[in-house]
């Protein structure tokens, strides 16, 4: 550390520019060491978030599929639909349960 001087016989404290430089390059390496790590932990989050998502829908399916007579939700891609009588004139995309 470098002493300045503010007045005729009044020293100050200052840093010089290769100290501040060296900081700047350690605190510089010890960021480049850390975000990998940080990296692979946003990955494992991902992981772990997708991972719940399945679960969450094999839940609800599960519960559809107890309430509905062990029956699955219908897929209307798959031409899973039950036309409605012609009096309403609208169809149900979903079976009717059976009581």
């Known amino acids: 550390m470098h002493l300045s001087t ?14 501040l430089l060296v900081v700047i390059a350690i605190l510089g390496i010890l960021a480049a060491l850390i975000l990998p790590a940080l990296s692979r932990g946003r ?14 829908l094999m839940v609800a399916l ?10 699955f939700p219908p ?4 031409a899973n639909t039950i036309a409605a009588a012609p ?3 609208t169809r149900r995309p979903w079976p009717i349960p059976r009581t």
């Open 62 to 71: 599960t519960l559809y599929t107890s309430d509905y007579h062990d029956l």
């Open 87 to 89: 009096s309403t004139g």
């Open 6 to 19: 503010k007045r005729v016989g009044q020293k100050i404290p200052a840093f010089t520019l290769v100290e």
């Open 75 to 78: 897929n209307p891609d798959d």
């Open 43 to 56: 990955q494992k989050a991902q992981g772990v978030y997708c991972l719940n998502n399945g679960k969450q």
